[in-house]
């Protein structure tokens, strides 16, 4: 399955941010409770272009 590459509007606006540390971490370790809240409080693009260049091991992303 191919990775769809960011979308550009956000693309990479949390990479290189001291948040971001914290967003990767909950994305190895509590990726459906991460992908869960995420939807309640800010766009899912912003996850999803974070998720693309973290890789982690079980995506949610579409």
Known sequence: MGRAAPRPRTAYML????????VVERMDSMP?????????ELEEVLLDNLEFV???CVRLGR
Do not use: D, I, Y
């Open 15 to 22: 990479v290189g941010r001291p948040e971001a540390l914290l």
């Open 32 to 40: 459906f409770l991460l992908r869960g809240r995420w939807k309640q």
């Open 54 to 56: 973290w890789r982690p």
